[in-house]
């Protein structure tokens, strides 16, 4: 079992939060004395706050900076996809 206090600020980690759930993209933007400030990717952007304790089941991978370019690009993609297609209605 992991916690947030083993991720480092201003990197992207696929994780994997419980041991029976999903497996999710997040990037650590700030850290304090006890917390860390974190967004977490789905179909829309969710930024929180996690204690530096809280618990991870797994750190799947910390993503380098090509994959993460490539990931944006495509999640940029599908955002704007979205949002043109909201404009549409």
Do not use: R
């Not at 079992?1 to 600020?9: N, R």
């Not at 090509?66 to 209605?89: A, F, G, L, M």
């Amino acid at each position: 079992m992991y916690s947030y206090a083993l991720l480092e600020k201003g990197c992207y980690y696929l994780i994997q939060e419980k041991e029976e759930g999903p497996v999710g993209l997040i990037k650590v933007n700030m850290e304090t004395d006890h917390c860390m400030y974190v967004s977490k990717y789905a179909d829309s952007t969710l930024a929180v706050w996690k204690k530096k304790t809280d618990p991870i089941f797994d750190i799947l991978e910390l993503l380098g900076d090509d994959k993460v370019k490539t990931w944006e690009s495509i999640y940029n993609d599908s955002q704007d996809t979205y949002n043109y297609e909201e404009d549409e209605e």
